[in-house]
């Protein structure tokens, strides 16, 4: 079974920068990820983003890694809406899709990081259950070496983005099968009483990301965050941090027509205004 640039970016111990596709669509998502030879991997967000769990995430993966062997991970983020115990067939759908890692939203225990690796491992490590005709393929292997390998290739990403979840960062980091701990800042900042970032966190916020950042890292787990511009996602790989998003395709575009607009009537581009 083949690995993924992801995966690849992490063995090489250089930061993996991706971009978030908030749009639905098989031409957006192709577009998206091919637009840099920097960019290691894309987040099909189904939690904030336009794109259905199912069939949408399903099509845009197929667009992603039908570019090659060479195309960017294709990773979904999981809405995670309900009881603890929801986020099981969400896992499911995003992987039975051929996703390459799956990040679950608003991880708070211990607890509940141990069912997002159960969910996302085949038996003996875990109680996902096999049965699509179409996971194997999108991986470009047989059915038989992705049922032995996935366990291994596939990257398991949970978010730390809760007061809770920051009071039980420790134990959460060291929950096995967990790779990598992705630090949602706007949420971070809301649940701890702060403004979101504009465009940066508020620096007490900015303390505990740093905190989690070294509590990931003692534990031997990749951290990552997500960034809104290159300017601040060089500076969060300066930090050590190991897998940054640097832009939105939503945003890039506004951002875009914005400064040449602004441009073209003679006018000089701002400060970049809020955005997601």
Same mark, same amino acid.
């Given at each position: 079974?083949?690995?993924?640039?992801?995966?690849?970016?992490?063995?090489?111990?250089?930061?993996?920068?991706?971009?978030?596709?908030?749009? +639905?669509?098989?031409?957006?998502?192709?577009?998206?990820?091919?637009?840099?030879?920097?960019?290691?991997?894309?987040?099909?967000?189904?939690?904030?983003?336009?794109? @259905?769990?199912?069939?949408?995430?399903?099509?845009?993966?197929?667009?992603?890694?039908?570019?090659?062997?060479?195309?960017?991970?294709?990773?979904?983020?999981?809405?995670?809406?309900?009881?603890?115990?929801?986020?099981?067939?969400?896992?499911?759908?995003?992987?039975?899709?051929?996703?390459?890692?799956?990040?679950? +939203?608003?991880?708070?225990?211990?607890?509940?990081?141990?069912?997002?690796? @159960?969910?996302?491992?085949?038996?003996?490590?875990?109680?996902?259950?096999?049965?699509?005709?179409?996971?194997?393929?999108?991986?470009?292997?047989?059915?038989?070496?992705?049922?032995?390998?996935?366990?291994?290739?596939?990257?398991?990403?949970?978010?730390?983005?809760?007061?809770?979840?920051?009071?039980?960062?420790?134990?959460?980091?060291?929950?096995?099968?967990?790779?990598?701990?992705?630090?949602?800042?706007?949420?971070?900042?809301?649940?701890?009483?702060? +403004?979101?970032? @504009?465009?940066?966190?508020?620096?007490?916020?900015?303390?505990?990301?740093?905190?989690?950042?070294?509590?990931?890292?003692?534990?031997?787990?990749?951290?990552?965050?997500?960034?809104?511009?290159?300017?601040?996602?060089?500076?969060?790989?300066?930090?050590?941090?190991?897998?940054?998003?640097?832009?939105?395709?939503?945003?890039?575009?506004?951002?875009?027509?914005?400064?040449?607009?602004?441009?073209?009537?003679?006018?000089?581009?701002?400060?970049?205004?809020?955005?997601?």
């Amino acid at each position: 079974m083949t690995t993924h640039a992801l995966a690849q970016a992490f063995k090489a111990a250089k930061p993996a920068f991706g971009v978030w596709i908030t749009l +639905p669509g098989v031409i957006n998502a192709r577009t998206v990820a091919q637009s840099s030879s920097h960019l290691s991997w894309v987040m099909v967000d189904c939690e904030h983003g336009l794109t @259905s769990l199912q069939p949408g995430a399903a099509e845009s993966i197929q667009a992603i890694t039908g570019l090659g062997s060479n195309a960017p991970s294709a990773l979904v983020r999981i809405p995670a809406t309900g009881a603890s115990t929801s986020t099981s067939w969400q896992i499911k759908y995003a992987l039975d899709a051929g996703a390459r890692g799956v990040l679950v +939203p608003m991880v708070s225990d211990a607890a509940k990081a141990r069912d997002v690796v @159960s969910d996302s491992r085949f038996p003996p490590g875990g109680r996902r259950g096999f049965g699509s005709p179409f996971t194997q393929s999108t991986w470009g292997t047989s059915a038989a070496e992705y049922i032995k390998s996935a366990n291994e290739h596939i990257t398991i990403m949970i978010q730390i983005e809760t007061r809770e979840g920051v009071e039980n960062v420790g134990e959460i980091a060291a929950i096995d099968g967990i790779d990598v701990l992705f630090i949602g800042p706007y949420d971070l900042s809301l649940a701890l009483g702060y +403004p979101p970032p @504009s465009p940066d966190p508020h620096p007490n916020v900015e303390k505990v990301i740093q905190q989690i950042l070294k509590a990931a890292h003692d534990k031997g787990k990749k951290c990552a965050i997500y960034c809104t511009s290159g300017v601040q996602s060089f500076k969060r790989a300066q930090e050590g941090f190991d897998m940054i998003n640097v832009a939105s395709d939503s945003g890039a575009i506004s951002e875009s027509i914005a400064r040449n607009l602004t441009e073209a009537v003679g006018g000089q581009s701002g400060a970049r205004a809020f955005g997601y």
